[in-house]
Each structure stands twice: as C-alpha cells, then as structure tokens.
C-alpha cells in the first residue's frame, strides 16, 4: 500500500495589518507581521511535511479569496477552509462564486469572538447557513473555548448532514488544569461519528513560556481515548504556535504522544484522516 500524505491540517497566513487582526493583542508582538507560504515551506519540509491546509484568520469573504490564489499558486496548499457569512440572505450567491474552487473544501467563524458564543451557535440564521454548507458537502470548523463545549455539541447534534470539525480540542483551560472538567464536557461532542477533531493549538493554551509536553501530553490521550486516531488531525496551528514555541515543537508534542500507537494509527493522524476528511488525495506518487 502506498503511503499517504503527511499533511498540517491546520495553519493561517496573512498580511498584517492591526485593523484586520483584532484578535492579536498586546504581548502577541512576534505575529505582528506577514506569514506567507514562503515561510512556511521550509518548516514543512524539515518536519517531513507533503501539504497543508490553509484555514481562515478573519471575517470576511476576501480571506477566501487570498486564500485560495495562494493555493492555486503554492499546489502544496491542499485544501483551504475559508470564511462566509453564514447568516447572510446571499449565502447561496457567495457559494456559488466559489463552486469552481477546487481546493475549497470547508468554511470556519471565530465562533469564539462572539459576545455570547452560545447565542450564537442557537441563531436560526446560522444554522440555516450551516444546513446549507451541509448539503453541498463542505466541512464547517467549530472554534469556540472550553465552557461552550456544551453548546458546540447541541450544534453538532442538529447538523449531521456531514462532517464537522472541532478545532484546538475546543480549547482546554490548560493553565487551571482543567483536564476532567474538560473531558466531561468533550465526551458528549466526541460521540457524534461526524465530528472530528484538531490536535492543534494546545501549546497556546498553556503558560507560553512555562509548559511541558508532561503537562499537556493528557490532553492528547484523553483526546485519542474519546475520538479515537480515526477521527483525529494533526495541526500546527502555524504562526499562532509560535506565541509559545517554534513550528517543530508541535510536531515532538504529538509525536510522543502517539507512540502507543500502531503505525497505521500514526499516519492516520499525521495526514490520511484530513486527506479522507477534506477530500484531499491522498497517497504519494
């Protein structure tokens, strides 16, 4: 059997400017400046990297649209997850321009910016939106923090049409140590067979310049215990990442933590879930 691609499921780029990036606050000064595939490239490269998947870092729809000329530019950019105003009339008009995209496989709000995360998530007009990515087959990407874990499952619940993601593993409150109330609150969302979840951003989560992989490996235990390595992705969280580490942490984190693991298990993670997930093909030549 040929080996499947080892892909980053999860990483931003962007030209900064502090108006478009309100969510880079004070102490955030190191990503305070463009990212762009050409930075990125080589840390792929010295991970063992064949792709990534570039996925939104604003609201609005012209993130998509970077996005995706940079995909077209840089073919290692498999898939992208954009943004689109899934509460607007003229959803369906903003689909429909992006039908032709081939590498558009799914789209993602920064749920967890809202002012009531869980008011949100109940909005009819969303989820009527949410429906409506669902038909068409494209993955919707849940980023919310930990105490609204229990209204992102109440949403997964009701749109089951096709497959969701949690993204960051719903966000842990690592620095309190919050590992059972947390996994409490994850297990209800973990057992939907639809959702799925990204190993990513958990470095962030804690002290930035105070953790240990000891400190966060159970995290990813509790997360492989509840998931499963069949519904489970590897991301960087690239530049975020680097609020608290450089790009190859992420990878030793997880790395150890799958060592456990069968080799089939591993490489599902490493790439074969998100290329099975994203539509992404899959194997190298």
């Keep these: 059997m040929a080996p499947s691609l080892r892909l980053d499921a999860h990483q931003h780029f962007w030209r900064y400017d502090a108006a478009s990036y309100p969510w880079i606050t004070a102490g955030m000064d190191c990503l305070r400046r463009d990212f762009q595939p050409d930075d990125l490239q080589p840390l792929l490269d010295a991970s063992g990297f064949d792709g990534c998947i570039a996925v939104q870092a604003r609201t609005c729809e012209s993130e998509t649209d970077q996005l995706l000329a940079l995909a077209e530019r840089y073919p290692w950019i498999r898939a992208v997850v954009g943004w689109v105003d899934l509460c607007s009339s003229d959803l369906e008009q903003s689909l429909e321009r992006w039908t032709q995209a081939s590498v558009l496989r799914g789209f993602r709000h920064q749920i967890q910016d809202e ?44 749109h089951d049409r096709h497959a969701m993601v949690l993204d960051h593993l719903g966000k842990p409150d690592v620095q309190t140590n919050d590992l059972k ?15 799925s979840c990204k190993l990513s951003g958990l470095i962030t989560q804690a002290h930035w310049q105070g953790w240990s992989d000891a400190q966060l490996a159970p995290y ?22 680097l609020l608290a580490g450089v790009y190859a942490d992420t990878c030793t984190l997880l790395d150890g933590a799958l060592q456990g693991l069968s080799a089939s298990e591993q490489a599902a993670i490493w790439g074969a879930n998100a290329c099975a997930l994203y539509r992404i093909e899959g194997v190298k030549r």
């Excluded at 869980?118 to 849940?142: D, I």
């Excluded at 519904?231 to 990442?241: H, K, T």
Aim: glycine share 8%; hydrophobic share 45%.
């Design 115 to 158: 002012s009531s995360p869980a008011e949100f998530m109940q909005n009819p007009a969303f989820g009527r939106g949410l429906a409506s990515l669902q038909r068409q087959g494209l993955v919707y990407e849940v980023l919310i923090k930990s105490p609204d874990l229990g209204a992102a499952t109440a949403l997964c619940q009701q």
């Design 181 to 195: 109330a947390w996994a409490k609150q994850l297990a209800p969302l973990a057992a939907l067979p639809h959702v």
């Design 220 to 241: 990813l235990h509790t997360a492989l215990e509840l998931f499963g390595p069949e519904r489970l992705m590897f991301g960087s969280d690239w530049p975020v990442c």
